[in-house]
């Protein structure tokens, strides 16, 4: 019998996040691991009159590929994946992984020439996303991989994910309608700034963070559960960006961690990079292409349900009391016209914990959110 969560998350997704409708064309992307809530969604696309297929997704498949694969597979770009993206109308896909390390072996380079080919099919899913023709949302199927970086049990992991969607509320739709509101003046409070300056003072023998980030022209995005679930993040096309960031966490890609990572940013671009572990490929993945050291993504995180780091980037950048940075691809609408096939999101905690000093927001010379807080009564997180 199926998990009554994944119902309600399934329900969630397809009549909230991406309010399909009659006719509509709607991929679910999965591995099989996920069935029960493949099954789920799938039922919730018909149900909504629209017409679901499963693009099933193998981590055993992908391993083979990237181990032997030539540097001309490597590199190429499938126009099945290419038509797929011009035809869908919903794009949902169920991030569920039997072993979130089983990249950690491939050479950077390696990954850095697949990633380059994908960058075509990336632009065109955003550009479709921008333009209102393609509706698309993320979300995780608890697995006991993800269950053993997060350091709990399956059961406890379980309980995290769906209580950070808020799925045992109610409600949960109207309850992330009102997260919508709340975020909604945050977003309209700094739709009217200039530049964003985060702050946090030098301990544990690096340099702190000091980043100003030029948002003048930017789009401020509101993201309450449209494109990720769980979701709570206010987010901007960086227009220019001056300053250095050391991370607090591990910055998570293809299920390699890098540990301690500062990045320098002059005109706009690290210049810059270094890691206290995995470094060469962090480096590897910012000299993928001309726009992988550009900064395509400035956010504040505003989910208060989420507090704990679990090496899942989904569930790490919206934890309320951080801010997160994505060098590589910004979205189109957020102002942000930096193209790549990186986008990176690493995390840097605002909180005071664990002796760590806490850090402050300023908007235009105003601090409005100091040690992982607004100071606003009505902003997130003030409940």
């Known amino acids: ?114 990633s380059r080919a994908s960058q075509p099919y990336m632009k065109r899913f955003f550009d479709r996303a921008a333009a209102g023709e393609l509706r698309w949302c993320g979300t995780l199927y608890p697995t006991l991989s993800g269950a053993q970086d997060a350091e709990m049990s399956l059961r406890a992991y379980e309980k995290f994910v769906f209580e950070a969607g808020l799925l045992h509320l109610p409600d949960p739709v109207g309850a992330w309608q009102a997260i919508h509101e709340r975020q909604e003046r945050v977003r309209e409070f700094l739709q009217t700034k200039k530049e964003v300056h985060f702050k946090v003072a030098p301990h544990d023998g690096h340099d702190g963070t000091d980043l100003r980030v030029n948002v003048d022209g930017g789009i401020w995005v509101n993201c309450s559960g449209g494109e990720n679930f769980p ?78 780091y679990s090496k899942n980037t989904l569930f790490d950048e919206k934890i309320g009391g951080t801010f997160h940075a994505a060098v590589g691809a910004g979205y189109p609408e957020s102002g942000s016209t930096n193209e790549s096939a990186l986008h990176w999101d690493m995390v840097c905690e605002l909180r005071p914990i664990n002796g760590h000093p806490g850090g402050t927001i300023e908007a235009d010379g105003e601090v409005f959110h100091r040690d992982g807080k607004f100071l606003d009564a009505s902003f997130p997180g003030n409940d």
């Open 1 to 114: 019998m199926r998990d009554p969560m994944l119902d309600r998350l399934a329900d969630v997704i397809v009549r909230y996040s991406t309010r399909v409708k009659a006719g509509d064309l709607v991929m679910i992307n999965s591995d099989p691991i996920a069935m029960p809530l493949i099954e789920a969604v799938y039922e919730r696309v018909l149900a909504a009159g629209g017409h679901p297929f499963w693009q099933a997704r193998s981590e055993a498949l992908n391993d083979i590929f990237m181990e032997t694969a030539t540097d001309e597979q490597l590199a190429f770009l499938s126009p099945l994946q290419m038509d797929a993206v011009e035809k869908v109308d919903v794009r949902i896909g169920l991030w569920a992984e039997v072993n979130t390390k089983s990249g950690t072996r491939v050479a950077p380079a390696r990954s850095a020439i697949k």
């Open 231 to 308: 979701d709570g993040e206010v987010f901007c096309g960086p227009q220019g960006v001056e300053g250095h960031v050391n991370y607090s966490f591990p910055a998570v890609e293809d299920g390699r961690e890098v540990e301690g990572v500062r990045l320098a940013f002059r005109d706009g671009r690290v210049v810059d990079a270094s890691a206290r572990k995995n470094e060469a490929f962090l480096i590897a993945m910012l000299d993928q292409d001309e726009g992988a050291r550009g900064l395509g993504e400035i956010a504040i995180g505003t989910n208060y349900a989420i507090t704990d």
